[in-house]
């Protein structure tokens, strides 16, 4: 599957008050340094945590958030910065937030960089809620993430609201594999992942809507 139809499909539609804010591309989180479970697994979190911090973002901005897919450089879970950047300016982004998860073995601390689409500058980061630090906690903390990158005056800084959703890692796992393959054109396989995401998490709205997409 193209990139661009992938951009397309994970958009969020624009509202009237976005319009008044500025537009945020999100790419896939990185997770250089993180340990205690293959790399591959790391791989596809860090793209679930992506697209929720979309979700996340859009709903708290009326829509001015879209996912992008962007490739890691290399090995190790870092993003390509350049490919991101472009891959935001062609999604109508001005600003480009990356996520970063560190994970020690179920201990993690997440962040976010927001980054001038244009320049490449770091315009601010945003660091997560200290006390969820536990893998487990995932979901709570990248919705937490979002409320603070929100927040953020260069953002937008949209008035505080506070909700949180829970998923187990096993369930955010199977989402990011269900976009990997959907990415690759692979549309059998991530409806397949895409099922065990929905069944470890009802409430993984993200999955659902993804699993519809690709048929499943």
Same mark, same amino acid.
């Given at each position: 599957?193209?990139?661009?139809?992938?951009?397309?499909?994970?958009?969020?539609?624009?509202?009237?008050?976005?319009?008044?804010?500025?537009?945020?591309?999100?790419?896939?989180?990185?997770?250089?340094?993180?340990?205690?479970?293959?790399?591959?697994?790391?791989?596809?979190?860090?793209?679930?945590?992506?697209?929720?911090?979309?979700?996340?973002?859009?709903?708290?901005?009326?829509?001015?958030?879209?996912?992008? +897919?962007?490739?890691?450089?290399?090995?190790?879970?870092? /993003?390509?910065?350049?490919?991101?950047?472009?891959?935001?300016?062609?999604?109508?982004?001005?600003?480009?937030? /990356?996520?970063?998860?560190?994970?020690?073995?179920?201990? /993690?601390?997440?962040?976010?960089?927001? /980054?001038?689409?244009?320049?490449?500058?770091?315009?601010?980061?945003?660091?997560?809620?200290?006390?969820? +630090?536990?893998?487990?906690?995932?979901?709570?903390?990248? +919705?937490?993430?979002?409320?603070?990158?929100?927040?953020?005056?260069?953002?937008?800084?949209?008035?505080?609201?506070?909700?949180?959703?829970?998923?187990?890692?096993?369930?955010?796992?199977?989402?990011?594999?269900?976009?990997?393959?959907?990415?690759?054109?692979?549309?059998?396989?991530?409806?397949?992942?895409?099922?065990?995401?929905?069944?470890?998490?009802?409430?993984?709205?993200?999955?659902?809507?993804?699993?519809?997409?690709?048929?499943?």
């Amino acid at each position: 599957m193209k990139v661009r139809q992938l951009v397309a499909m994970l958009a969020v539609a624009v509202s009237p008050l976005s319009a008044q804010q500025p537009r945020v591309a999100v790419a896939p989180f990185e997770t250089e340094g993180s340990v205690g479970m293959p790399r591959e697994d790391f791989d596809a979190l860090g793209r679930a945590l992506g697209a929720i911090l979309t979700t996340e973002m859009a709903e708290r901005r009326g829509g001015a958030a879209s996912a992008i +897919a962007a490739a890691a450089a290399g090995r190790g879970g870092r /993003i390509d910065l350049a490919v991101a950047r472009d891959r935001a300016t062609k999604a109508g982004g001005t600003l480009l937030v /990356i996520g970063t998860l560190l994970d020690q073995y179920g201990d /993690i601390n997440v962040e976010a960089r927001v /980054i001038d689409a244009a320049t490449g500058a770091t315009v601010v980061v945003v660091r997560g809620d200290p006390a969820l +630090a536990t893998r487990e906690q995932l979901g709570e903390a990248v +919705a937490e993430l979002a409320l603070r990158l929100s927040k953020e005056k260069a953002v937008g800084g949209v008035p505080e609201a506070r909700w949180r959703r829970t998923f187990t890692s096993a369930a955010l796992v199977q989402f990011g594999r269900g976009l990997r393959f959907e990415e690759a054109g692979d549309k059998s396989q991530a409806a397949t992942a895409y099922k065990a995401a929905v069944a470890a998490a009802p409430t993984l709205t993200e999955a659902k809507t993804a699993l519809t997409r690709v048929g499943g």
